[in-house]
C-alpha cells in the first residue's frame, strides 16, 4: 500500500452488535470480536498477563486495518520469568537496569522474528517504528508477590468506547482453551458506562506508573528497534503522519548508535545537535553501565543553576528513592562532604558545578570516583581558562567521562578544545542539525536575513577595534584572529541601526513575537528592544541573571508570549513551544548561534507541523564582500578577514534549505 494519509474508518464500535459474553466454545473470539473492534477503533488499550507472538498472527486481519487507520495502541504485558529473574529485579524503572529481565525482554525481538509469518511480521515491526504501537512491562510490587496476571482492554472510538474483561490471554493456545470474555459499552446502562471508565482508569493508572501494587515501566528503545528492525522497505499500511512518529523510536535511533560508540570508547564527547535527546541518550549510557556493574557512582557537572536543576529533575524522574542518593554541590546546596562520606549499595549521584568539581576530586580520600561515570553537560563551558588551570590532569580518576555539547569545539580557541580532547576526550559521535532535520527530529525552519548598514559612529568605533588590535598584534604577535572577531562583534552586537529596521519589520510580521525568543547583547540593549515591542505584545519578559526564574516557566507554560534575554537560556533548557527567535546578538561562533537556535527547532507534540522561523540581522555589506578590506576601517589589520556577518548568513541559508526526507 502506498503511503499516504489515514484513510476513514468504515464503521463504527457503536454499529457493531456485541454480546454481553464472548466464550471460546461458542464464538470466534477473532473473527466475531477483536477483528471487528480493531477495524472500527482509532485507539486500543490491551493489559494482559501473558502473550506470544502467535496472537499477532491470528489477528493479522484486524491489527491491518487498525494500523492502515492510523489507529494507536498502549500494550502492557508482563513477561515470562522465573523465580530467580524475579528475585533480581528492584521493581519500577529500575527493572530495566536489571540484566536478568533485559535478557528475557530481548527474546521478544526473537519471538517475533522466529514465529511470524512475513507480512505480519512486517506489519507488527512497522506499527513500533511508527510509534503506534508501544508497549510496557509490567510487574507486581512485593505486597503481592506474584504476577502481573489480570487480562482487559479498552478499544476507543472518538467518545465511544467497549471495554472487555475476561480469562483470555493473548496466545495462540488460549484461543482454543475454555476462556471467556465479558464486554461492557460507553454507550449501555449506567453500570456498564462505570465499568468501562474503572477499566480505562486502571490501565491507565499502571501505564502512567501510579496504581499501587504494580509497577511497570517502558520496554527500551535498544528491544523496539530490534522488533523496528526486522520490517522492510515498505510501509503495509497508510503513513499515519508526523504526530505518531514524534515519539517513535525508530525515529530516535541516533541515540542507540550513540550509547554503543560511548560504550566501546568508555571517554569522549557526544556532539548532538539540541533538540535530539542528549540527556536522554546519557540515561541510557547509565542504565547499560548499571546493567554491567561498571559503575558505582555517578556525578553530572555543569554550569549554570538552570540546567543543574533541571538534571535534579531528571534524576528523580529516572531512578527511584529506593535505588540512589542524589546530593547537590551548587548554589546554596552544600552536600560534598555527605557525598563523599556515604558508603551504601546504592547509587551515589552528585549534581554539581564546574567550580566545585576539582574540591569533590581533591576530596575523594577513598577513591570513590574510581568506580565512577562522570557527565559533563554543556562540557565547551569546562574548557575556560580558570577551568583549565583547575582541572587539568584531575578527571582520569573517573573510568568512564561523558562530554555532552552542541558545540564542543571553538574553533577560534585552539587551547579550549585541545584541554577538552585531553580532559574528557575525542567525538565519538555526532548528529547535527541537517541530520536531524532530515529525519524529522529537529523541525525545519525559515531564515529571514534583516540587512542594516552600520552608521557612521559604528564604523568610527569598528575601526578604532581594527586598529587596538594591530597594537595588539605588534606587542605578541601570537594573538588569534578569533580576538579581532570578538571585539568586532561588540560593535554590531550593540548597533542601534538595527532596531529601526526590526520596527519595519514588525508592522508588516507581527506575528515575530509570538513565542519568541529575543536575544540581545546587554541588558541596555534589551531596554531598547523592549521599547519598540511595547506596542505589539504586553505578555513579554526580560530574562537576565538577576530575574525571578518563575520567569522561565512562565513562558514555558505559554503565559509569557516573548522573552528577552542575553544568553541565560541558550543552554539546555528544553521548551518545546518556542517558534521564533530574533538574534540581535549572533557571535561568529557557530557555537552560541546553534545554541540559540535549537531553542525554537525542537518539535512540539501539541503543534506537529510547527515550523520555525529565525530572524538575523546581517550587515549589508557583509553578504556583498568576500573579504573586508580598507573601507570597512581595517587598514591592513583584517586582511584576508572574512566579514563577520558573512560566514553565518550562508551557514543559516544552506540550512534553510534542508528538508526532511523521512
Not at 489480570?150 to 493456545?173: L, P, T
Not at 557527565?375 to 562530554?403: M, S, T
Not at 542575553?566 to 545554541?595: H, M, Y
Request: hydrophobic share 35%.
Amino acid at each position: 500500500m502506498q503511503d499516504n494519509q489515514p484513510s476513514q474508518r468504515s464503521g463504527r464500535l457503536r454499529d457493531i452488535e456485541y454480546s454481553l459474553l464472548y466464550e471460546t466454545a461458542t464464538a470466534d473470539l477473532i473473527d466475531d470480536f477483536y477483528t471487528p473492534s480493531l477495524e472500527a477503533a482509532s485507539e486500543y488499550k490491551r493489559a494482559v498477563g501473558y502473550f506470544t507472538s502467535s496472537w499477532f498472527e491470528e489477528a493479522a486481519a484486524g491489527i491491518a486495518a487498525f494500523a492502515d487507520n492510523g489507529g494507536t495502541a498502549k500494550w502492557i504485558i508482563s513477561p515470562k520469568l522465573t523465580e530467580d529473574d524475579w528475585s533480581a529485579i528492584e521493581h519500577g524503572d529500575a527493572a530495566k537496569r536489571d540484566p536478568s529481565l533485559y535478557e528475557q525482554m530481548e527474546t521478544l525481538v526473537d519471538d517475533l522474528e522466529s514465529n511470524l509469518q512475513q507480512d505480519t511480521q512486517n506489519t507488527i515491526a512497522w506499527l513500533i517504528a511508527d510509534g503506534l504501537l508501544r508497549i510496557r512491562i509490567a510487574v507486581t510490587d512485593e505486597a503481592l508477590g506474584g504476577d502481573f496476571h489480570d487480562k482487559w482492554g479498552i478499544f476507543i472510538d472518538g467518545e465511544d468506547k467497549v471495554a472487555f474483561h475476561g480469562s483470555q490471554n493473548d496466545s495462540r493456545k488460549s484461543l482454543s482453551n475454555y476462556e471467556a470474555n465479558s464486554v461492557f459499552t460507553s454507550w449501555g446502562a449506567p453500570i456498564d458506562q462505570q465499568r468501562v471508565a474503572q477499566h480505562e482508569d486502571r490501565f491507565d493508572n499502571i501505564w502512567g506508573n501510579t496504581k499501587p501494587g504494580v509497577h511497570s515501566f517502558s520496554l527500551p528503545d535498544s528491544i523496539s528497534l530490534g522488533i523496528a528492525e526486522l520490517r522492510s522497505s515498505d510501509r503495509p499500511y497508510n503513513d499515519p503522519g508526523e504526530k505518531t512518529k514524534l515519539t517513535s523510536p525508530y525515529r530516535w535511533r541516533h541515540q542507540e548508535e550513540a550509547v554503543e560508540a560511548f560504550l566501546e570508547a568508555k571517554t569522549g564527547l557526544l556532539d548532538m545537535a539540541t533538540g535530539t535527546g542528549k540527556t536522554r541518550t546519557s540515561l541510557k549510557i547509565i542504565d547499560q553501565l548499571l546493567r554491567d556493574d561498571a559503575i558505582g557512582t555517578l556525578v553530572i557537572a555543569t554550569r549554570g543553576n538552570d540546567l543543574l536543576n533541571q538534571w535534579n529533575e531528571t534524576v528523580l524522574d529516572h531512578f527511584s528513592a529506593e535505588e540512589m542518593f542524589l546530593y547537590r554541590q551548587y548554589s546554596s546546596h552544600k552536600e560534598l562532604g555527605s557525598y563523599l562520606m556515604n558508603d551504601s549499595e546504592r547509587l551515589d549521584i552528585l549534581l554539581t558545578s564546574y567550580a566545585n568539581l576539582e574540591d569533590a576530586i581533591d576530596g575523594d580520600m577513598d577513591d570513590k570516583l574510581a568506580k565512577g561515570l562522570l557527565i559533563c553537560d554543556e562540557v565547551h563551558n569546562i574548557g575556560a581558562q580558570g577551568k583549565q588551570e583547575a582541572l587539568g590532569g584531575k578527571l582520569d580518576v573517573f573510568p568512564y567521562r561523558l562530554g555532552l555539547s552542541a558545540t564542543p569545539f571553538d574553533p577560534y580557541d585552539p587551547d579550549r578544545n585541545e584541554f577538552i580532547r585531553n580532559e574528557m576526550g575525542p567525538v565519538v559521535y555526532e548528529f547535527g542539525l541537517e541530520p536531524a532535520i532530515k529525519r524529522g527530529i529537529l523541525t525545519e525552519f525559515d531564515y529571514t536575513p534583516i540587512t542594516y548598514e552600520l552608521s557612521e559612529e559604528d564604523k568610527a568605533r569598528q575601526k578604532k577595534q581594527f586598529k587596538k588590535f594591530a597594537g595588539l598584534k605588534r606587542q605578541n604577535p601570537s594573538v588569534p584572529q578569533s580576538q579581532l572577531y570578538i571585539m568586532l562583534s561588540r560593535v554590531r552586537k550593540e548597533s542601534e541601526e538595527k532596531l529601526p529596521k526590526f520596527q519595519r519589520h514588525l508592522e508588516l510580521n507581527p506575528e515575530v513575537l509570538e513565542n519568541a525568543i529575543i536575544f540581545v547583547a546587554s541588558k541596555d540593549y534589551g531596554t531598547k528592544v523592549q521599547e519598540i515591542i511595547y506596542d505589539y505584545v504586553d505578555d513579554f519578559h526580560t530574562y537576565y541573571g538577576e530575574d525571578d526564574e518563575s520567569k522561565l516557566d512562565e513562558f514555558s507554560t505559554g503565559k509569557l508570549s516573548t522573552l528577552v534575554t542575553s544568553k541565560a537560556i541558550s543552554e539546555g533548557i528544553d521548551i518545546q513551544s518556542v517558534k521564533n527567535i530574533i538574534l540581535f546578538s549572533a557571535p561568529r561562533s557557530k557555537g552560541t548561534t546553534t545554541q540559540r537556535i535549537g531553542r525554537a527547532l525542537r518539535k512540539d507534540p501539541s503543534n506537529p507541523d510547527k515550523r520555525a522561523n529565525v530572524i538575523d540581522f546581517v550587515v549589508k555589506n557583509d553578504i556583498e564582500q568576500k573579504i573586508m578590506d580598507d573601507d570597512d576601517g581595517a587598514d591592513g589589520a583584517g586582511e584576508d578577514m572574512k566579514p563577520p556577518d558573512r560566514e553565518r548568513y550562508e551557514w543559516l541559508t544552506r540550512l534553510n534549505k534542508v528538508t526532511q526526507q523521512e
